[in-house]
């Protein structure tokens, strides 16, 4: 089953003087159960603008998006969001923001906390349940989102560069709680960054796109998180010759099209 996107496109309407914004133009992509998509591409190539269609924050111009049969015609309990910057509340505690996707669902506490602390254990923050979020380092309160997003049971979840602001050891044990997190949930992924090294490790599939008007220009399929999960290290996968290769090819790519867009 799985999500299928058949011939997308977006137009934002003119405004303030403003032209038409074409964000995406035919866009054809499926993404299977437990696959883990990465989109790659220049500022403005329309890869938040398809995550917004997928959450079902936005509805597309032409063109129909399916998850599991069913017409995509708004946000569900079937696919959850993490932003690039946490949106967590910052009124609350560790604990009862992983718990609030339940409690809007009108889960018991008791059952929502059991579900809850699940997911706080398997993103690393035990002991810091009844911190407030203001206290937790930004690569813990980014936890904390995707713990969120887990604790919903979600058949997709959506990752908008959901990294891009911690520094670079962080990142890279991030990725890796992501992957470990990803082979045992067996969730579908939708994932967004602009780090060609990350999208390369961290995907089964990478779509390239590229801006004005946003299309797929490139898909390849990729076997380097399935060599870290099967007990590689991740500097080992990400130091072998057929990921550096790949990188380099995919980054002439988009550096094309930053060039052509500039
Ligand atoms: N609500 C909106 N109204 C008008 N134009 C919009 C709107 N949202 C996005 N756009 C335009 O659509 C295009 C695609 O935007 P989008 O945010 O999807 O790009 P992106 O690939 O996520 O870029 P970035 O890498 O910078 O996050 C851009 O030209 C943007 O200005
Ligand atoms: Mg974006």
Same mark, same amino acid.
């Given at each position: 089953m799985g999500l299928t996107i058949e011939n997308v496109s977006v137009v934002f309407p003119a405004a303030n003087g403003r032209p038409p914004v =074409?964000?995406? =133009?035919?866009i054809n992509l499926q993404i299977d159960d437990r696959e883990f998509v990465v989109a790659l591409g220049? =500022? %403005?190539? %329309?890869k938040s603008t398809l995550l917004n269609l997928i959450a079902g924050f936005l509805a597309p111009t032409s063109g129909e998006l399916t998850l599991n049969g069913r017409r995509v015609e708004g946000p569900g309990a079937d696919r959850a969001v993490v932003f690039q910057k946490h949106a967590l509340? &910052?009124? !609350?505690?560790v604990i009862d923001n992983v718990a609030f996707g339940l409690q809007i669902q009108g889960i018991s506490r008791a059952k929502r906390y059991e579900t809850a602390n699940k997911f706080v254990g398997l993103l690393g923050l035990?002991?810091?349940?009844? =911190?407030?979020?203001?206290? !937790?380092s930004g690569g813990m309160q980014q936890r904390v989102g995707i713990a969120r997003a887990l604790t919903c049971d979600p058949d997709v979840l959506l990752m908008d560069e &959901?990294? %891009?602001?911690?520094?670079a050891l962080t990142r890279e044990k991030a990725q890796e709680l992501i992957l470990n997190i990803w082979d045992n949930t067996h969730k579908s992924i939708f994932f967004i960054t602009h780090s060609v090294e990350e999208a390369l490790f961290m995907g089964t599939k990478l779509v390239v796109m590229s801006p004005? &008007? %946003?299309?797929?220009t490139h898909v390849f399929d990729l076997p380097f998180s399935r060599q870290f999960l099967d007990g590689q290290s991740a500097r080992e996968v990400k130091a072998a010759p057929e990921f550096i290769r790949l990188r380099e090819d995919v980054l002439k790519i988009i550096f094309a099209d930053e060039e052509a867009a500039a």
């Open positions: =074409s964000a995406l =133009s035919e220049a =500022s %403005g190539c %329309g509340l &910052p009124w !609350l505690n035990d002991g810091f349940q009844k =911190s407030p979020v203001y206290m !937790l &959901p990294l %891009g602001a911690l520094d004005r &008007p %946003g299309r797929i």
